[in-house]
């Protein structure tokens, strides 16, 4: 189970899909001290281009918090992969050949987060050491 963060209220959850009447809808289910409640998100296919927009977090785009929406896109990409599960042997191609992009570049990205990270932990070890002289 993929956690994810819930566009509508903000929880943490993770994705469920219902079928009725032959449609599938998405909804996200939170759990709290063994209550169990459900967001409704939309049907799975989604309305157009700009519901996507919405699954990232996007609330107010002039206090964008990138890593976190890096992280829900990335929750949705695995989403939607696992979508192509139940799907005709041509799109778990596509899918196969997304994860294989991904798992490339975002490898790479992790290694230049590690190194900024390692840059950043020096820079403080250093500054916090002057603070002491």
């Given at each position: 189970?993929?956690?994810?963060?819930?566009?509508?209220?903000?929880?943490?959850?993770?994705?469920?899909?219902h079928?009725?009447?032959?449609?599938?809808?998405?909804?996200?289910?939170?759990?709290?001290?063994?209550?169990?409640t459900?967001?409704?998100?939309?049907?799975?296919?989604?309305?157009?281009?700009?519901?996507?927009?919405?699954?990232?977090?996007?609330?107010?785009?002039?206090?964008?918090?990138?890593?976190?929406?890096?992280?829900?896109?990335?929750?949705?990409?695995?989403?939607?992969?696992?979508?192509?599960?139940?799907?005709?042997?041509?799109?778990?191609?596509?899918?196969?050949?997304?994860?294989?992009?991904?798992?490339?570049?975002?490898?790479?990205?992790?290694?230049?987060?590690?190194?900024?990270?390692?840059?950043?932990?020096?820079?403080?070890?250093?500054?916090?050491?002057?603070?002491?002289?």
């Open positions: 189970m993929v956690k994810v963060i819930c566009p509508r209220c903000g929880r943490q959850g993770y994705t469920e899909i079928n009725v009447a032959g449609k599938k809808y998405l909804y996200v289910v939170h759990r709290e001290g063994g209550k169990r459900k967001c409704y998100i939309g049907p799975v296919e989604g309305y157009d281009h700009a519901d996507r927009l919405l699954t990232l977090g996007l609330t107010n785009i002039q206090e964008i918090d990138y890593l976190e929406v890096s992280i829900n896109a990335l929750q949705r990409f695995i989403v939607e992969i696992e979508e192509k599960r139940t799907k005709d042997l041509g799109e778990k191609q596509d899918a196969l050949e997304k994860l294989k992009r991904a798992e490339k570049e975002l490898s790479s990205y992790l290694e230049d987060i590690a190194k900024l990270r390692k840059e950043f932990e020096e820079e403080i070890a250093k500054e916090e050491a002057h603070k002491f002289v």
